[in-house]
């Protein structure tokens, strides 16, 4: 499986923007790349996927590098609900959804 | 928003005792799935199921675990013969489609404890 390298944790304060960074330099064509995140005593959640370009839905946006070598996962206004992991994966068609250790948000009020 | 429902939301049995951890996935997917997560450790990969057969499986899912969709709306997970190491929360997820790219939908859990 292609792997992906995030951040241990990162802060945010609350009603900023957060930018959760990912690499995956090792990606190939057929990868798709989705974020989960998995709020404290609760299942992972999906949040966004995309294949090349950026991607905005009502929960968050992805942007994706050009040579798709990184991504970054976009909360446009942090609130303390958003305090959770978030799992940056990457999967193509022959696969099921594997997580890696995630990156844990800090929102601080 | 259609949700993924686990029964027991926790369950205590005692070591080498058989349990059935249960989903109602939603009612229109196709896949599912069992994971599950030792306290303080990354969620972990157990089984996919289609089309009433196991898809993929993991090295943790052994002999000792089996999955079965007894109904058309009901998917289980059974331990047969608990170990101490089995303690942790399951997950159940299901999505729509033939390995498509949709996003899974996970239940909340079950927290197994293995005294």
């Known amino acids: 499986d292609a792997k992906t390298t995030q951040p241990n944790s990162m802060e945010s304060n609350e009603e900023e923007p957060v930018h959760l960074p990912c690499n995956h330099s090792t990606i190939s064509g057929t990868d798709y790349i989705h974020w989960y995140r998995q709020l404290p005593s609760q299942g992972p959640e999906y949040v966004i996927h995309?294949?090349?370009s950026n991607v905005n839905n009502r929960m968050a946006s992805l942007a994706i590098a050009e040579d798709r070598k990184s991504s970054t996962l976009i909360l446009h206004r942090a609130t303390l609900r958003d305090a959770a992991v978030y799992y940056c994966i990457l999967r193509d068609y022959n696969n099921d959804m594997r997580f890696g250790a995630g990156t844990r948000l800090t929102v601080k009020p | 928003e259609p949700e993924v429902t686990q029964t027991p939301s926790h369950q205590v049995t005692q070591m080498g005792q058989e349990v059935i951890l249960r989903c109602v996935p939603i009612s229109n997917h196709l896949y599912f799935y069992w994971y599950r997560q030792i306290l303080g450790q990354k969620v972990e990969f157990l089984v996919s199921f289609y089309n009433n057969e196991i898809s993929e499986k993991s090295e943790i899912f052994d002999d000792q675990f089996s999955v079965e969709r007894p109904d058309g709306s009901n998917f289980t997970l059974k331990i047969r013969s608990t170990k101490l190491e089995d303690s942790a929360m399951y997950f159940c997820?299901?999505?729509?489609?033939?390995?498509?790219?949709?996003?899974?939908?996970f239940g909340s859990g079950t927290r197994l404890t293995v005294v």
């Open positions: 995309g294949l090349t």
């Open positions: 997820a299901s999505s729509e489609g033939a390995r498509s790219q949709a996003g899974y939908t």
